[in-house]
């Protein structure tokens, strides 16, 4: 029988899916901040890299756990 939750495949799609959602939430609330605070178009841009960055390693994370289970069950 196939073990199902707590396998460390799912314990690492669960951090990717906490890093999405943490990200997300982290990307609103500075935008929600830095309209507040009148910061400049500049300092927005760059925060907006640092979350495109965030994303991207998420999905980057994402690529590897796919590739791991593939591995896993013997597909090339």
């Excluded at 935008?31 to 400049?40: F, P, T």
């Excluded at 841009?45 to 593939?70: H, V």
Aim: net charge positive; glycine share 12%; hydrophobic share 45%.
């Amino acid at each position: 029988m196939k073990q199902h939750g707590n396998t460390a495949q799912a314990k690492a799609g669960q951090r990717v899916a906490l890093t999405v959602a943490a990200v997300g939430v982290v990307y609103v609330m500075v935008n929600l901040i830095g309209r507040e605070y009148g910061w400049s178009n500049r300092t927005m841009a760059l925060l907006d890299l640092a979350a495109l960055g965030g994303f991207g390693f998420a999905l980057w994370q994402t690529f590897q756990l796919w590739r791991a289970r593939r591995n896993d069950k013997g597909e090339s």
